[in-house]
Each structure stands twice: as structure tokens, then as C-alpha cells.
């Protein structure tokens, strides 16, 4: 408990600063849409005229732009993009940081086991995220709200924010299980990183090309369409890979870090 | 210069990783232009059609992507991206580097002036930031030719990725400059990837509300590819403004950095 409650004080900070960055992008999103509204159906009519391929390099695949869930769906990809750079970063720091800060001799010499040490540590990630994740929820609604002049699109921004956690677990998992391979924080999150901006490359490679498409098992940014989780389904194949995904890089966290030498 | 000469031997290696990175990138980019290039000519043929208003809003790429500048242009954002925060990561950890090794001390006991150490520095990093625009624009337009096979105009390819030097130069003064304002940094890529992903999305904002103010806040806006493969030069005003960024980064650095406190052990 000690351990969760000194986390959450430690990243306090950066968990402030990128709520306030999320909240400023949603804001300053939403102004563009205003602007989109105003040529409103007859762009749509134009749009729908593009072949798909080029809709989905257009990164508007199947969503109707003008409407505001349309809207929200295409800039809610970059939510995926900060979100999954925080959890990642997350989870490739926090283990391994006790080593870069010389304080790993302290922690793991006093009467725990490094097992709950590890579990307290991710329920301190845990709520990092679900902090994160929240904000940008209440920041979407509030947003929203003040343009939306029609239907309330509420329940489509919750499916997305699950669909958010979902990646931001996948992230934060492996992040931790590289963590526990790399030998300390700087080779962590570099190869972390080189992995993120991996994978959302493969996702914009696909958009464009999409006879790779049998890519997207690697690029969790594919696991879950825009389109199928505003209607909020979630593909269980998807859903179990995830799990699969989570459960293995969390295990591999727990095992490297349980007979990993300690460096000082 | 034994400054220097440290810390190129340092990151040298990064470097040429980062920038075959880079290469690889844009590769793998490449080998799809072909299967492309016939849609997008379709594409471009309707998109020529819409009316320039519903163009930017939807933020529609002005690049015809069935050429091969045009694709180069596209698939160069993400090389962009990258490259920037390549260089962002340097810039930030060029003088932070030292109390993260607790290093610091050490050095600034040294009988030199802490501007030495500050030019020095700077000098390694546009060192590199030059040794990778220089190493990436070899090895894209070997890629570029090799994969396409198709005539396109050299002058206008090379000032395309001239611009990766520019923004790069931008990014790694921003990088300097937190550092030195940041009382202690302890890690740097979060950081570096978080502030270049708010600028990145900025300039897609920037794309569809072509909002003269918002252009002038994200680097990516300096240098419209389109733009360049149009006419063939750059915009002087933002030319001009990425420049005095860049400096007013650079002597901000040199200031606060005389006076900063330096945590030890």
C-alpha cells in the first residue's frame, strides 16, 4: 500500500501535465469541427464519392465527418496515439527506475516480496491510466456538449474510452514486460518507444495498403475498428489477443523482475 | 573540444541506428507506391474537382500521391516525426545527460567557462542532427530511385528533406532549452515523445483550419511539402520565423545554464 500511495505522489506531476495537454487538444479540437460543420452535407456528398482505399489514407474510413460522432472518431486516433505513448512510457519506467534512481537496494532489502512490489507498482500504473482516461472522458463530454447541437453521442465516447483503456493496458503491459528485459531504464524505454512508433506506423501502413492487412495482429492501434466500437462491439477474437497479449507481458514482468540481479 | 570528442563517441552509435530507423521507414513505405500510385491517380483526378474550402476542412492531402514527390511527400511526414524526435531526445539530453549520471559536477568543476561547455555540446548535437540528414538523404534517394524507378526532380527532392535538417535544428533547440529549465529530468524520451506527438496533432489541426496563427506554433506547418514540390523554394516568412525560434532557443540556453544549479550525489 506504501508503494502504491509513494507511485501515485511520484508520478503525480507528469499525470497533471498530460491530463492538461489532453484537455487542451480536445479543446482545441473540437474548434475545428465547427468549422467543418459549416460546409456540412455537401462535403459529405464529395467524401462518399472517394474510393475506400483513399478514405482510409484520408484516416475518414467509414465515418461520417460531418456529424460529431463522425468527427470525434477520426480525432479520437490521436487520443490512442498520446494515450499509448503514456502507458508505454509508464511501464517501462516504473520497475526499472528504482535501479536508475539508486534506490532499488533500498526498496527490495525491506521485508516484501519483490512480487508484491511489482503488483503494487501496476495498480499504481493502473490508476495512473484510469486517472488519464477519465479526464479525457469528462473532457470529450464537455466538449462535445458545447457543440453538439444534435443527439447526444455520450454513449459512442464511452465504447471509445474503453477501447482506450483497452490499448492503454496492452501498452502499459508491455512496457513493463520489456522493462524487465532491458538492463536498465534508458535501453527500456528506447526499445518501448521503437516499438510504439513501430506498431503505429504498421496501423498508418495498413490504412494505406490494405492488402497487408493481415498485419493488424501486430499493431494493437487495428485490434478494435473505429466504426465497430462506436456501435460498441468489440471483436472477441481481438478482445482474447489482448488478453493474451496483457497476461504474457505482465507474467514475463513478474518472472525477470523476481531473479533479476540488482545493480546499484 | 574533449567535450565534443566525448560526446560524439557517445552517441554516434544512436545515431546511425536512428537514422537507419529512418531508412527503414521509409522503405517500407516505398515498396507500396507502386501498388498505389494507379488508385491515386483516380483519387487525385477526383479530389482536383472539390472546391478548396471542403479540400482543407476535411483535411484533405494536397500531395498527388500517384507521384512519385507526391508519395515521397506523404510517406516523408512520418520520417518527420520520427527524425523530430530523434532530435528532440538529443537536444534534451545533450546537457541534462550529466546529472542524470551524476557527471555533472565533475564537469562544471572543469577549469572552463560552462558557455564552453554549452557550445561544445551544441556543436555535437547539430554534428549529428547533420551526420543523420545527411546519411538519410543519401540513403532515401538510392531507396527513392531504386524502388520507383521513375523520373523525378532532384532540386525539389532535396529540398524536401533539407526541411528534416530545419525542423530537426528546431527541435533540438527546444530540447536544449528544457533541459536547462527543467529542474531535473530523469527520463527523456517520454518527454521527447509526448511534445513532439502535441506538435504532430497541432499540425493536422493546422491542415484543416488553415489558421495563420496555429501555422506559426507547430514546426511541422514550416514547410508545406506540397508547397515546396509546387514551387520549388520555401516560405520566407516561416523560414524566417523557424530561424529566430532557433536562436532565441539557442541564447536562452546559453543564459539560464550559466546560472543553473547543478544536483549532485
Known amino acids: 500500500m506504501n508503494i502504491v500511495l509513494r507511485e501515485l505522489r511520484a508520478n503525480g506531476k507528469s499525470l497533471i501535465i498530460w491530463c492538461v495537454s489532453m484537455v487542451a487538444l480536445i479543446g482545441v479540437g473540437m474548434v475545428k469541427y465547427s468549422g467543418i460543420e459549416a460546409i456540412g452535407q455537401s462535403a459529405n456528398d464529395l467524401v462518399n464519392q472517394l474510393p475506400a482505399a483513399m478514405k482510409s489514407i484520408l484516416g475518414m474510413n467509414l465515418l461520417d465527418l460531418t456529424s460529431i460522432a463522425g468527427y470525434y472518431g477520426v480525432f479520437f486516433l490521436y487520443f490512442l496515439l498520446l494515450g499509448g505513448t503514456h502507458a508505454v512510457m509508464l511501464g517501462a519506467i516504473i520497475i526499472s527506475k528504482e535501479e536508475r534512481d539508486k534506490t532499488a537496494d533500498f526498496l527490495f532489502v525491506k521485508p516484501i516480496q519483490r512480487s508484491r512490489v511489482i503488483t503494487a507498482k501496476l495498480i499504481a500504473i493502473l490508476i495512473n491510466l484510469a486517472i488519464f482516461n477519465l479526464v479525457t472522458l469528462l473532457a470529450s463530454v464537455f466538449f462535445v456538449a458545447m457543440y453538439n447541437k444534435g443527439e447526444s453521442?455520450?454513449?459512442?465516447?464511452?465504447?471509445?474510452?474503453?477501447?482506450?483503456?483497452?490499448?492503454?493496458?496492452?501498452?502499459?503491459?508491455?512496457?513493463?514486460?520489456?522493462?524487465?528485459?532491458?538492463?536498465?531504464?534508458?535501453?527500456?524505454?528506447?526499445?518501448?518507444?521503437?516499438?510504439?512508433?513501430?506498431?503505429?506506423?504498421?496501423?498508418?501502413?495498413?490504412?494505406?495498403?490494405?492488402?497487408?492487412?493481415?498485419?493488424?495482429?501486430?499493431?494493437?492501434?487495428?485490434?478494435?475498428?473505429?466504426?465497430?466500437?462506436?456501435?460498441?462491439?468489440?471483436?472477441?477474437?481481438?478482445?482474447?489477443?489482448?488478453?493474451?497479449?496483457?497476461?504474457?507481458?505482465?507474467?514475463?514482468?513478474?518472472?525477470?523482475?523476481?531473479?533479476?540481479?540488482?545493480?546499484? | 573540444m574533449n567535450i565534443y570528442r566525448q560526446e560524439m563517441k557517445m552517441s554516434l552509435r544512436s545515431m546511425i541506428s536512428w537514422s537507419l530507423g529512418l531508412l527503414l521507414v521509409l522503405l517500407f513505405f516505398m515498396f507500396m507506391f507502386t501498388a498505389i500510385s494507379q488508385d491515386a491517380a483516380l483519387i487525385t483526378q477526383m479530389?482536383?474537382?472539390?472546391?478548396?474550402?471542403?479540400?482543407?476542412?476535411?483535411?484533405?492531402?494536397?500531395?498527388?500521391?500517384?507521384?512519385?514527390?507526391?508519395f515521397y511527400g506523404y510517406v516523408y511526414l512520418f520520417i518527420l516525426l520520427t527524425g523530430s524526435v530523434y532530435a528532440l531526445k538529443s537536444g534534451i539530453s545533450a546537457l541534462s545527460e550529466e546529472v542524470r549520471a551524476k557527471t555533472a559536477d565533475f564537469l562544471v568543476s572543469k577549469p572552463i567557462t560552462r558557455t564552453t561547455i554549452v557550445t561544445a555540446k551544441i556543436m555535437s548535437v547539430i554534428t549529428l542532427v547533420v551526420l543523420q540528414t545527411v546519411i538519410y538523404i543519401g540513403g532515401a534517394f538510392i531507396i527513392t530511385q531504386l524502388i520507383t524507378n521513375q523520373y523525378f526532380d532532384e532540386a525539389t527532392f532535396l529540398m524536401i528533406n533539407l526541411s528534416l535538417f530545419?525542423?530537426?535544428?528546431?527541435?533540438?533547440?527546444?530540447?536544449?532549452?528544457?533541459?536547462?529549465?527543467?529542474?531535473?529530468?530523469?527520463?527523456?524520451l517520454p518527454i521527447a515523445?509526448?511534445?513532439?506527438?502535441?506538435?504532430?496533432?497541432?499540425?493536422?489541426?493546422?491542415?484543416?483550419?488553415?489558421?495563420?496563427?496555429?501555422?506559426?506554433?507547430?514546426?511541422?506547418?514550416?514547410?508545406?511539402?506540397?508547397?515546396?514540390?509546387?514551387?520549388?523554394?520555401?516560405?520566407?516568412?516561416?523560414l524566417f520565423c523557424d530561424a529566430i525560434l532557433i536562436a532565441f532557443f539557442t541564447v536562452l540556453t546559453y543564459i539560464i545554464y550559466q546560472h543553473k544549479d547543478m544536483p549532485s550525489v
Open chain 1, 153 to 264: 453521442i455520450n454513449s459512442q465516447i464511452s465504447y471509445l474510452m474503453i477501447d482506450l483503456f483497452i490499448l492503454q493496458v496492452i501498452f502499459e503491459a508491455i512496457g513493463a514486460g520489456i522493462s524487465g528485459l532491458a538492463k536498465n531504464t534508458k535501453k527500456a524505454t528506447s526499445f518501448a518507444s521503437t516499438l510504439f512508433l513501430i506498431t503505429f506506423l504498421l496501423s498508418t501502413a495498413i490504412d494505406l495498403y490494405n492488402k497487408i492487412s493481415f498485419l493488424k495482429y501486430f499493431t494493437p492501434f487495428k485490434y478494435f475498428p473505429i466504426t465497430d466500437v462506436m456501435k460498441g462491439s468489440f471483436d472477441p477474437l481481438f478482445l482474447c489477443l489482448a488478453a493474451v497479449i496483457v497476461i504474457g507481458s505482465t507474467a514475463l514482468t513478474y518472472i525477470t523482475f523476481q531473479k533479476r540481479d540488482i545493480y546499484i
Open chain 2, 193 to 238: 515523445l509526448g511534445i513532439v506527438f502535441v506538435f504532430w496533432i497541432l499540425q493536422m489541426l493546422n491542415q484543416s483550419l488553415a489558421d495563420p496563427i496555429l501555422a506559426y506554433l507547430t514546426p511541422f506547418a514550416y514547410f508545406d511539402i506540397a508547397k515546396i514540390i509546387a514551387t520549388g523554394s520555401y516560405e520566407t516568412v516561416y
Open chain 2, 166 to 188: 530545419l525542423v530537426e535544428l528546431f527541435f533540438v533547440g527546444l530540447g536544449l532549452l528544457l533541459s536547462v529549465i527543467i529542474k531535473r529530468i530523469k527520463t527523456v
Open chain 2, 47 to 70: 479530389t482536383s474537382q472539390f472546391p478548396p474550402a471542403v479540400v482543407r476542412a476535411l483535411g484533405l492531402s494536397s500531395l498527388d500521391l500517384s507521384t512519385v514527390l507526391g
